[in-house]
């Protein structure tokens, strides 16, 4: 198994409070993604990273921010938390060489966040 | 139009019979494709990846690829229950490191 980890793997948060979640890999790829999957959705792009301080949007960013100071942690934050972003979140890495030829992810286990 | 589609399922099959998964996809640019197996509760696992039109084998799994027709789809031989699960297709956005996820088909194999 690729080494990714997510924490925390539960979480439960109230509506308004800001909230952190941490990828942190050991395989020393370059690119890291954050997704959430929810029922009838699948799994949908929030932000990704392809190097360490340079990240970009996906589809559904609004209302999370990232940061990527090292190598092998992504952090994903939810500003104030809604219960529209209560889902399964999950970290994923590659080391996708070209633009526009994917490589492999590998997916962390996931993170559950319920908003109340 | 959704960029990569999947039909939900769920697609049941008796133990032993060969499982058919199909996704269609939207951008002709698109290089890379990717079979995910995901148990309930569980996250994504790779099957396989293609790259090329035609077939791609290993062991009781078969990914097609079809770039004229853009399509891809997966073939389990000798299902078996364990092979129960959500299957994802998810495909390269070109000029990007980013990809696109279908929804996912459920499979069901019936012992």
């Known amino acids: 198994d690729a080494g990714i980890t997510q924490s925390p793997r539960h979480k439960v948060t109230e509506t308004g409070t800001p909230v952190t979640l941490r990828c942190h890999q050991t395989?020393?790829?370059?690119?890291m993604y954050w997704y959430r999957q929810d029922p009838g959705h699948g799994l949908r792009l929030i932000h990704y990273?392809?190097?360490?301080?340079?990240?970009d949007k996906g589809e559904v960013s609004d209302g999370y921010s990232v940061s990527r100071s090292k190598t092998e942690d992504f952090l994903l934050t939810l500003e104030s938390a809604t219960s529209s972003q209560t889902s399964v979140y999950f970290c994923?890495?590659?080391?996708?060489?070209?633009?526009?030829?994917?490589?492999?992810?590998?997916f962390g286990p996931g993170t559950r966040l319920l908003v109340l | 139009q959704k960029e990569v589609e999947q039909n939900s399922g769920p697609l049941s099959v008796p133990e032993g019979a060969i499982a058919s998964l199909n996704c269609t996809y939207s951008d002709r640019g698109s290089q890379s494709f990717f079979w995910y197996r995901q148990y309930s509760g569980k996250s994504p696992e790779l099957i396989m990846f293609i790259y090329s039109n035609g077939d791609k084998e290993d062991g009781r799994f078969t990914a097609q690829l079809n770039k004229a027709s853009q399509y891809v789809s997966l073939l389990i031989r000798d299902s078996q229950p364990s092979d129960s699960a959500t299957y994802l297709c998810?495909?390269?956005?070109?000029?990007?490191?980013?990809?696109?996820f279908g929804t996912g088909t459920r499979l069901k194999v019936l012992a």
């Open positions: 990273s392809y190097g360490v301080k340079d990240t």
């Open positions: 994923a890495i590659s080391d996708s060489g070209l633009a526009g030829v994917g490589e492999t992810q590998y």
């Open positions: 395989e020393n790829h370059r690119y």
């Open positions: 998810a495909v390269n956005q070109p000029g990007t490191y980013k990809y696109i």
